[in-house]
Each structure stands twice: as C-alpha cells, then as structure tokens.
C-alpha cells in the first residue's frame, strides 16, 4: 500500500503565504511525475502545478510567479510554497503522485486527502 500525507493548509491573509507538504510512505519503488491539484466548492478539480522526476515543472497560469513546487526524492515528498495568495485560491487542494510500488509493476495514481486552503481578511 502507498499513503500520502498532506500538511500545511489553513487561513491565510490576502497576500499571505503557505507551504503545502505531501509525503508518501509505503511499498515505493520509484516516484514519477508529483503534482498538485486544487477544488473550489461548486467547480471542477484543476491543475495547480506538476514536477517531473528530471525536475521539470508545469504551472496553472493562475498561479504562475506565486507558487513554487518543489520535490524532495530522499523524503518522497512534493511541496508547494504559495505566496501571494487570493480569495479566489481558496480551495481543497490534493497531491497526486504516480507511484511504481515494484520492478514488476508500472506507475500508478495515488492522491492525498486534501487540505483546506482559505484566503480571507
């Protein structure tokens, strides 16, 4: 089995900041793309931000030059620093990581529960 812990969410102040986390612990045999997926009450899921395993990221024009995903292979740990935050970044936001658990098997999608992210004065 693969868990992902996520960690950091909260209220924060317009122009505030946060630092999501996502660790995985488990039958991990190699970590792929890492990602970060957000959902607003009453709309779709969306893409915030994703990391390949060479380093690689890929930003949500929402966001762009406000939050940073970064990766810590040692640790199987995804993070998103946002800065710059706005009311209308609030929203249940999901890690989602491809996941190889052996040399026999392929990648898989694995998600976080979710942490709450409110923006509000």
């Known amino acids: 089995q693969v868990q992902l812990v996520e960690s950091g969410g909260g209220l924060v102040q317009p122009g505030g900041s946060l630092r999501l986390s996502c660790a995985a612990s488990?039958?991990?045999?190699?970590?792929?793309?890492m990602g970060w997926y957000r959902q607003a009450p009453g709309k779709q899921r969306e893409l915030v931000a994703t990391?390949?395993?060479?380093?690689?990221?890929n930003y949500a024009d929402s966001v762009k030059g406000r939050f940073t995903i970064s990766r810590d292979n040692a640790k199987n740990t995804v993070y998103l620093q946002m800065n710059s935050l706005k009311p209308e970044d609030t929203a249940v936001y999901y890690c989602?990581?491809?996941?190889?658990?052996?040399?026999?098997?392929?990648?898989?999608?694995?998600w976080g529960q979710g942490t709450q992210v409110t923006v509000s004065s």
């Open positions: 990391i390949s395993s060479d380093g690689s990221t």
């Open positions: 989602k990581l491809e996941v190889r658990r052996s040399a026999l098997t392929w990648y898989n999608n694995y």
């Open positions: 488990g039958s991990i045999f190699s970590i792929n793309a």
